[in-house]
């Protein structure tokens, strides 16, 4: 497992931009999947974006496509997730997940590794 520290929430006018960043203990960073998962109040936590170990792939939920960019830095221990035009409805907490493999950050069924989330807050 690594640890993971996510920094960057704060609160935004809507059609702003926020940058989220997820930072990793652990030499084998580069070899986990990631992803970012969010949770508004008093909802289910709700799959974001994920990315592959190389960063070669990515995948958005429909909710933030053509908005939001994850990425990853493997020689930074860090990913992170661009969020640009930002609406109301992106309120919630953002955690940041890894795990050995991809499929559990697409199924959000045992993933290894928890982020202790940061707040986003979108005022309209």
């Known amino acids: 497992q690594v640890q993971l520290v996510e920094s960057g929430g704060g609160l935004v006018q809507a059609g702003g931009s926020l940058r989220l960043s997820c930072a990793a203990s652990g030499r084998r960073f580069s070899s986990y999947a990631m992803g970012w998962f969010r949770q508004a109040p008093g909802k289910e936590r709700k799959f974001v974006a994920a990315?592959?170990?190389?960063?070669?792939?990515?995948y958005y939920a429909d909710s933030v496509k053509g908005r939001f960019t994850i990425s990853r830095d493997n020689a930074k221990n860090t990913m992170y997730l661009q969020m640009n035009s930002l609406k109301s409805e992106d309120t919630a907490v953002y955690y940041c997940?890894?795990?050995?493999?991809?499929?559990?950050?697409?199924?959000?069924?045992?993933?290894?590794?928890w982020g202790q989330g940061t707040q986003v807050t979108v005022s309209s």
């Open positions: 990315i592959n170990w190389s960063g070669g792939s990515t």
């Open positions: 997940a890894a795990d050995e493999n991809l499929m559990p950050i697409a199924t959000m069924v045992g993933i290894g590794s």
